[in-house]
């Protein structure tokens, strides 16, 4: 199995960054697509971003083109550059690891224990 940890999150001000980091526990990672959710108090959990394990990407609409999904197989890890951060985007961030790259969450298999994100206004 795959275990992992998210880090990177905090309270930032309405246009800045922050770089989420999520580490996996075993060699094996790179054979799994990756993905990033987000789940704020009182609403259901959505889809952010996503990469193949070849590399190839898949975002939200509502953050494209300001955030951006990467991953170091060497490394084992998979990041989330979130740039121009909205008020909206304040929730907590969990990634998440699957056979198959999805917009569902039911489609992951292994699961981080999320960070929070916070932007104020």
């Known amino acids: 199995q795959v275990q992992l940890v998210e880090s990177g999150g905090g309270l930032v001000q309405a246009g800045g960054s922050l770089r989420l980091s999520c580490a996996a526990s075993?060699?094996?990672?790179?054979?799994?697509?990756m993905g990033w959710f987000r789940q704020a108090p009182g609403k259901e959990r959505e889809f952010v971003a996503a990469?193949?394990?070849?590399?190839?990407?898949a975002y939200a609409d509502s953050v494209k083109g300001r955030f951006t999904i990467s991953r170091d197989n060497a490394k084992n890890s998979v990041y989330l550059q979130m740039n121009s951060l909205k008020p909206e985007d304040t929730a907590v961030y969990s990634c998440?690891?699957?056979?198959?790259?999805?917009?569902?969450?039911?489609?992951?298999?292994?699961w981080g224990q999320g960070t929070q994100v916070t932007v104020s206004s």
């Open positions: 990469i193949r394990s070849g590399g190839s990407t």
């Open positions: 075993r060699r094996t990672f790179s054979s799994y697509a």
């Open positions: 998440a690891a699957g056979f198959r790259i999805s917009t569902d969450y039911r489609d992951y298999n292994y």
